[in-house]
């Protein structure tokens, strides 16, 4: 996927327009961390930095690795609160027992499970934890149906890749053979407030809409289709969209 990713243009909308989720999990997520503030934290697939800056409430030195060298320039360009370095999954470029926390916000999806788990657990200390949390598409309002049907033309007109990654849940993470035990893990749904632009803005960062560019589809084509359809869905105002995800908690 960081081929897909690995651009100014991404790593810019990244930084500007995903909705403000990650400060909102890592507060549901706070319950299942205690004691805190943790000492250190490595955010893994940071993209533009967004959910390391997230950390930056719960752990005294945060670092953002992330594959995409657009998206680790535009994080430590934007975030100087954090360290934001090149890195995978399967090859943390960390010291061992050297982190406090884990986090992974979808990069797993994409990552060798096989690989990765031995590496956190390099690098854990001795009390460590993993947090691993995703959401899915805003694509619903809670009281109506109607950006449920724009998101399925969305989807029909640009669908995702092949490559979308495999499926994770708090039950695939607690059947793996981690060498961690799950400690914790429950559902969510949160409920932002955005206004049509920003909701444009939102689905041309969509894993989808990278794909169709990178296929020879015209960025500022599907741009238009968004801009002629989106404002009537939302009647013109802002509107509550709504995201539903999971965290899982998995401790040495």
Same mark, same amino acid.
């Given at each position: +996927? &960081?081929?897909?990713?690995?651009?100014? &243009? +991404?790593?810019?909308?990244?930084?500007?327009?995903?909705?403000?989720?990650?400060?909102?999990?890592?507060?549901?997520?706070?319950?299942?961390? $205690?004691?805190?503030?943790?000492?250190?934290?490595?955010?893994?697939?940071?993209?533009?930095?967004?959910?390391?800056?997230?950390?930056?409430?719960?752990?005294?030195?945060?670092?953002?690795?992330?594959? #995409?060298?657009?998206?680790? $320039?535009?994080?430590?360009?934007?975030?100087?609160?954090?360290?934001? #370095?090149?890195?995978?999954?399967?090859?943390?470029?960390?010291?061992?027992?050297?982190?406090?926390?884990?986090?992974?916000?979808?990069?797993?999806?994409?990552?060798?499970?096989? $690989?990765?788990?031995?590496?956190?657990?390099?690098?854990?200390?001795? @009390?460590? /934890?993993?947090?691993?949390? &995703?959401?899915? $598409?805003? /694509?619903?309002?809670? %009281?109506?149906?109607?950006?449920?049907?724009?998101?399925?033309?969305?989807?029909? /007109?640009?669908? +995702?890749?092949?490559?979308?990654?495999?499926?994770?849940?708090?039950?695939?993470?607690? *059947?793996?053979?981690?060498?961690?035990?799950?400690?914790? @893990?429950?559902?969510?749904?949160?409920?932002?407030?955005?206004?049509?632009?920003?909701?444009? %803005?939102?689905? +041309?960062?969509?894993?989808?809409?990278?794909?169709?560019?990178?296929?020879?589809?015209?960025?500022?084509?599907?741009?238009?289709?968004?801009?002629?359809?989106?404002?009537?869905?939302?009647?013109?105002?802002? /509107?509550?969209?709504?995201? *539903?995800?999971?965290?899982?908690?998995?401790?040495?």
């Amino acid at each position: +996927m &960081d081929n897909l990713f690995n651009s100014p &243009d +991404m790593a810019a909308g990244y930084a500007r327009a995903r909705p403000a989720l990650h400060p909102r999990i890592i507060g549901l997520a706070g319950k299942y961390l $205690q004691p805190l503030p943790v000492e250190n934290a490595l955010d893994v697939g940071c993209g533009a930095g967004l959910s390391t800056r997230a950390l930056e409430s719960i752990a005294l030195h945060c670092h953002g690795i992330d594959p #995409s060298e657009s998206m680790i $320039q535009c994080a430590t360009d934007l975030w100087p609160g954090s360290i934001f #370095s090149p890195g995978t999954a399967e090859k943390l470029p960390v010291p061992s027992h050297s982190i406090d926390l884990i986090t992974a916000a979808g990069s797993l999806n994409y990552a060798d499970l096989n $690989q990765f788990f031995p590496e956190a657990l390099r690098v854990l200390s001795p @009390h460590g /934890r993993l947090l691993v949390y &995703d959401f899915g $598409q805003g /694509r619903s309002f809670r %009281n109506s149906p109607a950006l449920d049907g724009w998101f399925s033309e969305f989807l029909k /007109r640009y669908p +995702m890749p092949p490559d979308s990654g495999r499926e994770i849940s708090p039950e695939t993470l607690a *059947s793996h053979r981690s060498g961690l035990q799950p400690t914790g @893990h429950e559902l969510f749904e949160i409920g932002l407030m955005l206004d049509p632009a920003f909701y444009i %803005n939102y689905v +041309m960062t969509e894993t989808n809409i990278a794909h169709a560019i990178s296929t020879g589809k015209s960025g500022e084509s599907i741009r238009a289709w968004c801009d002629l359809t989106i404002p009537a869905v939302f009647e013109n105002r802002s /509107r509550e969209v709504l995201f *539903s995800g999971y965290i899982s908690i998995l401790s040495r």
